[in-house]
């Protein structure tokens, strides 16, 4: 089992690039990016062996961008999670957001409750969206809880206190940057990192079977040796 990533996290990088390529706003390939999130979704929950897909959909530092753009993602986001709720419900699909939510409108915070709790009861591929996420601040608020709660730091009760315990197995980038950018930190200790130019608007299921199938010939040693 350890050649098949039970869980599966995804940078998705550059919306904002495919659009301008194509004379459009920015705006635009988020609304496309949106399109293939629904596309890997469901070839995730195709295959049974894939537990969990985690997405990094708006980070910590993505208040940076300007205002209106933060405020068409946010209505972007509310609209998908409302308009994907049966795609969930009918692909056994279970939603679970990640991140601090506290900063969100009430809404959207509403609108993200209701999703979760409705797929509660589902029991296959588990579908993760990053919301204001940034690692370094999972760690923190995680370990924060910990003292609040006068509990032990170590690894395994910091791990159960993080917003995903789950240890990533494959963490792909679109957009062509070799980097995290803060994005589960701690789950992806040991995970095996793949980079790709391609970006998210283009990114299809068959460069993600493509990306599966090389991981499966890595040998993975965590630490030890053959």
Same mark, same amino acid.
């Given at each position: 089992?350890?050649?098949?990533?039970?869980?599966?996290?995804?940078?998705?990088?550059?919306?904002?690039?495919?659009?301008?390529?194509?004379?459009?706003?920015?705006?635009?390939?988020?609304?496309?990016?949106? &399109?293939? +999130? $629904?596309?890997?979704?469901?070839? *995730?929950?195709?295959?049974?062996? =894939?537990?969990?897909?985690? /997405?990094?959909?708006?980070?910590?530092?993505?208040?940076?961008?300007?205002?209106?753009?933060?405020?068409?993602?946010?209505?972007?986001?509310?609209?998908?999670?409302?308009?994907?709720?049966?795609?969930?419900?009918?692909?056994?699909?279970?939603?679970?957001?990640?991140?601090?939510?506290?900063?969100?409108?009430?809404?959207?915070?509403?609108?993200?409750?209701?999703?979760?709790?409705?797929?509660?009861?589902?029991?296959?591929?588990?579908?993760?969206?990053?919301?204001?996420?940034?690692?370094?601040? &999972?760690? +923190? $608020?995680?370990?924060?809880?910990? *003292?609040?709660?006068?509990?032990? =730091?170590?690894?395994?009760? /910091?791990?159960?206190?993080?917003?995903?315990?789950?240890?990533?197995?494959?963490?792909?980038?679109?957009?062509?940057?070799?980097?995290?950018?803060?994005?589960?930190?701690?789950?992806?200790a040991y995970a095996e990192l793949f980079f790709t130019d391609t970006?998210?608007?283009?990114?299809?299921?068959?460069?993600?079977?493509?990306?599966?199938?090389?991981?499966?010939?890595?040998?993975?040693?965590?630490?030890?040796?053959?």
């Open positions: 089992m350890s050649n098949q990533p039970r869980h599966i996290a995804i940078i998705m990088d550059g919306n904002g690039r495919w659009a301008e390529s194509k004379g459009k706003t920015r705006t635009f390939g988020h609304e496309k990016g949106a &399109e293939v +999130v $629904r596309t890997i979704t469901t070839y *995730c929950a195709t295959h049974p062996e =894939i537990e969990r897909l985690t /997405l990094y959909a708006f980070s910590t530092e993505n208040w940076k961008r300007p205002k209106l753009e933060v405020e068409f993602l946010m209505k972007l986001l509310e609209k998908y999670l409302k308009n994907e709720l049966p795609t969930y419900l009918e692909g056994n699909i279970r939603f679970e957001p990640i991140g601090d939510l506290s900063l969100f409108s009430s809404s959207l915070r509403k609108t993200i409750t209701h999703v979760r709790e409705a797929t509660e009861h589902c029991t296959g591929l588990v579908q993760s969206l990053a919301l204001n996420y940034g690692g370094q601040d &999972e760690i +923190v $608020r995680a370990a924060n809880q910990l *003292c609040e709660a006068n509990a032990p =730091i170590t690894t395994e009760s /910091l791990t159960q206190a993080l917003d995903c315990p789950s240890d990533v197995d494959l963490l792909i980038r679109t957009g062509g940057d070799n980097r995290l950018s803060n994005f589960l930190l701690w789950q992806s970006l998210w608007p283009d990114f299809s299921e068959n460069e993600l079977n493509d990306i599966i199938r090389k991981f499966k010939t890595v040998e993975r040693r965590f630490g030890g040796i053959n």
